[in-house]
């Protein structure tokens, strides 16, 4: 893949374009096998990590596959496909006993690994290796639980802000959105939006313009920079003022922003790292999750914290609940962006060249043809 920095008024519209035209076949080709879809590769939020709780295993559906998380006893987080090897009950109506999960329907015991540790109806017999649940990859970072669907690509290293020292970490609860995946990453990378979405917070319409920004795409993701607003309360209990954003796609469906007040003499100014991690439930439906890590020396309270992302997002939902198509169309010409989408077409093109489709076109039609 090629690096390279791109200036806003270039025309890169043709570029993606032609990507998504010389991928297209490769890309379908791929999609057709499931195993190979980059998707199940990538560490996917499965649950805030204060959701899942001894007491109750959570059931939740994560790219059409039904998983269960519970947490053992020893404080352990572990995910599972919801099905008994037995006779496929779903093993989050089971019950957390001790550090095993038991299964609802014959009591089959299931130890952290899976492994089935004892089946009631036949006590002295010892459970063969193949009666075992099947365990996903799991880890607990920044407050949430993650997920790999198959062998991870890499470990879960995508927001190093969350251990900044002095901030505030603030978690929003997941919220399920009628769209795919890439449509909110987009959602997320927009600025032209603000005067229209989210007026008299984040614009107004006497500060329509995006001014000019660059782009930098490598094989890590997509960044841009020099991104320059006038917002009327772009903080919480903040009056207008100019902020600077920096906004990168750090993972096919995880991006991140950060955002600053502007420099003022003897003022330090408000910074907030704001992570967007998404997991699908399946091509047009999406569970969001929101971390905002604030530094700075706001006073706003953790509630009024927590519900400026909050508002603002719920904002954002019923426009791209409205976007047609839900998946994201990569077909040449399919939509008409303009000059300031420099960097949602960036995304695009960086998706179709890592082979990524799930919740875009290409993906569809894979798996339409597959069908
Ligand atoms: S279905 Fe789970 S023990 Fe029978
Ligand atoms: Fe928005």
Request: charge should be negative; aromatic fraction near 10%.
């Amino acid at each position: 893949m090629s690096m390279g920095l791109f200036h806003f008024w270039d025309d890169c519209s043709r570029s993606v374009a032609y990507a998504c035209k010389r991928r297209a076949s490769t890309l379908t080709a791929m999609s057709t096998t499931p195993d190979h879809d980059p998707l199940r590769h990538e560490w996917l939020p499965v649950a805030n990590a204060s959701a899942i709780c001894v007491q109750q295993p959570l059931a939740f559906t994560l790219a059409g596959e039904k998983l269960v998380a519970w947490r053992d006893t020893a404080g352990q987080a572990h995910v599972w496909r919801d099905r008994c090897p037995h006779r496929g009950a779903a093993l989050s109506l089971g019950q957390v006993v001790g550090d095993t999960l038991v299964c609802p329907y014959h009591g089959w015991v299931f130890g952290g690994d899976g492994r089935c540790q004892r089946m009631p109806a036949h006590p002295g017999f010892e459970p063969p290796a193949k009666a075992a649940a099947r365990a996903l990859a799991v880890r607990e970072r920044y407050g949430i639980v993650w997920a790999c669907l198959d062998d991870p690509a890499r470990e879960l290293a995508l927001f190093p802000e969350y251990d900044l020292p002095g901030t505030r970490c603030i978690h929003l609860a997941p919220l399920e959105v009628r769209t795919s995946a890439p449509r909110l990453v987009e959602n997320f990378l927009d600025m032209a939006h603000f005067a229209f979405v989210h007026g008299g917070i984040l614009g107004d319409l006497a500060h329509t313009e995006v001014r000019g920004y660059a782009v930098e795409s490598s094989p890590q993701g997509v960044v841009a920079r020099d991104c320059f607003a006038w917002q009327p309360a772009g903080f919480p209990g903040q009056e207008g003022d100019e902020v600077e954003y920096v906004y990168e796609v750090r993972r096919p469906i995880v991006a991140m922003l950060t955002k600053r007040t502007a420099p003022r003499p003897g003022a330090v100014p408000e910074v907030l790292h704001l992570l967007l991690a998404l997991a699908p439930v399946d091509e047009c439906r999406t569970r969001a999750w929101l971390v905002s890590v604030f530094d700075g020396n706001t006073s706003a309270s953790d509630q009024a914290l927590h519900d400026f992302n909050a508002d603002i997002f719920q904002q954002d939902v019923p426009i791209v609940e409205s976007q047609s198509p839900r998946w994201l169309p990569l077909e040449p010409g399919a939509e008409l962006p303009q000059a300031a989408d420099r960097m949602s077409i960036a995304y695009r093109r960086w998706l179709v060249q890592g082979g990524w489709s799930y919740g875009t076109s290409l993906g569809r039609a894979a798996r339409q043809a597959a069908a």
